[in-house]
């Protein structure tokens, strides 16, 4: 969890500012050191270290992690996770993100920093949630409080499966310091082509899969 923002609402102009940002639109790389700059200025650097965890574990380097996964593993039915398979992400909890202008940035620029979900208990525009989505990021929800702080790891097992089974229901495990607690998690109203777009990773992987 690479920030956690509790405000009723959280605009697009929040996760991505304007005015100083402009002479980046075109380096989505640049642009994306702004993220949450205003709001949680050491988001950035949470999100990089995950992206950076990632990159290893793709490399087969996971020496780092295996503490994390052995604390896993000691869930019910998840004794054989391996953490070759499982990819790693960071991701923003927010009461109501994405309201105002119609920014894409406010979801591109997580994703290009390592984001892979957001957890919300509503979303404040489609628009913003339609962003999400075709930047290749999990539109998650969860009901009443959440259980889990900034650097806490949360563990969802079995999301391609959800996906390909339109399942709306997720069970996650926040692995805090001392204890490993559940939530509930769901996916509102995903259409078969935003499954789709999720799976692929973004809407440009699906498009371009589609054309091979």
Known sequence: MASKILDEVTTTD???????TSSFRSNPVGLAEFTLSRRDPDYVG???ATATLEKQRLAGE???LEPVFARIRTIAGQETTDPLATGIGSMIYAVKPGDGS???QAASCQ????GLANIAQEYATKRYRSNVINWGMLPLQMAGEPGFDVGDYIYIPGVRTALDQCATTLKGYV????EITEISLYLESLTAEEREIIKAGSLINFNKNRQM
């Open 14 to 20: 929040e996760l991505i500012p304007s005015g100083e």
């Open 46 to 48: 949470r999100s990089k």
């Open 62 to 64: 996971v020496s780092e």
């Open 102 to 104: 119609a920014r894409e």
């Open 111 to 114: 994703r290009v920093i390592g």
């Open 175 to 178: 692995i805090h310091d001392d």
